[in-house]
């Protein structure tokens, strides 16, 4: 079993900033790759950015490319995804999520841990 806790959530303007932290505990945190994914209001969840056990691969939805960066830090059990530039429609309810594998992925259904999910709100 693996527990993922999300922070960092809140309400920012337009053009700011965001970091949102996911601490993950009861698994070997470097055999896992993690996920974030985000929903809005009526619909679906979708992929915004993963990143590889090592850390060496990286993966990003292009509606955030170029905006958002995903890292992490296995000493610390932990990872990041730095939202700057952002946007109204970044509005969501924003998930870590880990696999079973190391390797990156943009499926959702290759996730098998989830978080609660942390809101972020962006007022134009």
């Known amino acids: 079993q693996v527990q993922l806790v999300e922070s960092g959530g809140g309400l920012v303007q337009a053009g700011g900033s965001l970091r949102l932290s996911c601490a993950a505990s009861g698994r070997t945190f470097s055999s896992s790759a993690m996920g974030w994914f985000r929903q809005a209001p009526g619909k679906g969840r979708e992929f915004v950015a993963s990143?590889?056990?090592?850390?060496?691969?990286?993966l990003y939805a292009d509606s955030v490319k170029g905006r958002f960066t995903v890292s992490r830090d296995n000493a610390k059990n932990t990872v990041y995804l730095q939202m700057n530039s952002l946007k109204p429609e970044d509005t969501a309810d924003y998930y870590c999520?880990?696999?079973?594998?190391?390797?990156?992925?943009?499926?959702?259904?290759?996730?098998?841990?989830w978080g609660q999910g942390t809101q972020v709100t962006v007022s134009s």
């Open positions: 999520s880990a696999r079973e594998s190391p390797v990156i992925s943009r499926n959702l259904y290759a996730y098998a841990y």
């Open positions: 990143i590889s056990g090592s850390g060496g691969s990286t």
